[in-house]
Every structure is written in C-alpha cells, then in structure tokens.
C-alpha cells in the first residue's frame, strides 16, 4: 500500500509541476477568474438586475406585503449553480485534454504503459493534479462568497457554502475522470477536449430528457443527470445517493482509463 500510495503521489506532483508551469493553463485561470469575478460583481451589484437592488426595491415597493428573499441562498443558487457550472462545462475539459493525449503525443506513453507503476496509481496521481490545479482556480471563489455572506442578517449557517463547494468540487472531478478516459484514446488534444464537452453536455441533459419520459426509463436517466445531483448538493442536501453517484462516475472514468492504457500497451506489444 505504501509503495502504491508513493506512486500516487510522484505522479501526482509531476502532473501538478506540469500545471504551474504551463502558460496555457494560467491563461485559462486568469480568463476563468476575470469571467467568474464579473459575473459576481453582476449578480450582486447590478443597479437594475442586482440581487441588492431586487432586495431594495421589493422593500421600497412592496414593504410589508413582500415574501422574505433568502439572498444568500438566491446568489449560491445563481452564482454557484448557474454561472460557475457552466464555465465549469467549458473550462474542465481543457484540463483534461492534455492528461493522456500529451503523452501519446511525446511518445511517452509507452515508457508510463510499461514502468512498474500501476495504470490506475497513474490515473488516480493524473486526476488528483488537474483536480488540485481546478480547486486553486475556484479558491478566490470561497473569498468572493466570504465577503458576500458576512453581511448577511441572519448569519449564514457555513454548512450552505460548504455544500455548494463540494458540489462544485465533486462535479469537476466526475468531468475531469471521464475527460482523462477521452484524452486517453487520442494524441490531438483538441478532439480530447471537444469529445469530453460533447459527453459531459450529454451527461448534464439527462435530466431534460429523463423529466420528458414517462416511467421508469425517465427515472433512471434523470438519476445518471449530472445536473440533478448537482443541484441537490448545492442546496445544502446530503443526498447519499448523489454522493455515489459522482463517486461511481469518478471511479468510472479511473477504469477506463486504465483499461485504455493496457490495451495501448497490448497494441504495442
């Protein structure tokens, strides 16, 4: 087990090294970071179409009469399960297009395929580096909501953020463990990175399609929607259910992607 858990994590900070020192991936944080902190200043600030003038207008118009708006949990809904989901959609599969496909690419491949390192300890040290990498970039996201909830009255219970995060966190995982898999099957990380958009859009439609089929058949393909699980998470739901699924998702991708490895090797044997 130590010996696995070593492998792991050499693998881990060799993807990790390659992240830090790629250009192309501080240009995808800095545009991810400008688009989110626009969007977040937007949905907040807005003199017409911000959640403080929404708040301030109801109070003005409407006063006593007006339901109560839960603002926190209105900009999480918003800004976590609207804005950065879908920028999520987009920026996710650009880090994973470069896991596998880089090293087909470089030849490399072969020299990972045959050391004595397990093809799922490299999956498993590929993925934990592009999810690191993904959770720096959503860091300044958890100052942004700081900022927002500690004016909120009443106090925002932390169970609420922390959930949205972990939804956001467990989603991102499930996307970059099933773009590992498409980048493993090529060496053009550009066909990595659309093939992995084209999946992960199917993946997210599911629960349209599940909601306009009757029975169990819309039953289940609602259940395998990653929007689904995702939105029961970011609001503030412990749903065992959702938890497996990622999970199953996340270990999904790790085999395949294992199994493509193997079946490179045999090829080339």
Request: cysteine-free; overall charge neutral.
């Amino acid at each position: 087990m130590q010996v696995i858990l070593a492998n792991i994590m050499a693998i881990y900070r060799r993807e990790l090294q390659s992240y830090f020192a790629s250009p192309l991936a501080y240009a995808i944080a800095s545009v991810f970071w400008i688009i989110s902190g626009l969007f977040f200043v937007y949905i907040l600030l807005d003199p017409q179409q911000g959640l403080i003038a929404q708040v301030a207008f109801r109070d003005q118009q409407l006063a006593a009469n007006a339901p109560p708006i839960d603002l926190p949990y209105t900009f999480q809904q918003l800004f976590l399960g609207n804005i950065m989901s879908s920028l999520a959609l987009f920026v996710l599969p650009m880090l994973s297009m470069g896991l596998y496909a880089e090293e087909r690419k470089r030849g490399t491949l072969e020299l990972l395929a045959t050391s004595p390192i397990t093809n799922w300890s490299v999956a498993v040290g590929k993925l934990l580096g592009a999810l690191t990498f993904f959770i720096f970039m959503i860091s300044p996201l958890w100052l942004y909501q700081a900022i927002a909830f500690s004016s909120s009255t009443p106090p925002v219970q932390p169970i609420m953020p922390l959930m949205g995060f972990l939804a956001l966190i467990l989603l991102a995982a499930s996307i970059l463990s099933l773009g590992m898999f498409i980048s493993s099957l090529t060496d053009s990380t550009l066909l990595a990175a659309v093939f992995t958009f084209v999946l992960i859009m199917s993946l997210w439609i599911l629960d349209l399609i599940g909601k306009s089929i009757s029975g169990p058949v819309g039953a289940a393909l609602t259940h395998l929607s990653l929007l689904t699980h995702f939105s029961t998470l970011l609001q503030g739901i412990v749903d065992s259910s959702s938890l497996i699924l990622f999970a199953s998702y996340i270990i999904l991708g790790i085999f395949l992607t294992a199994q493509s490895v193997d079946t490179f090797r045999f090829q080339r044997s």
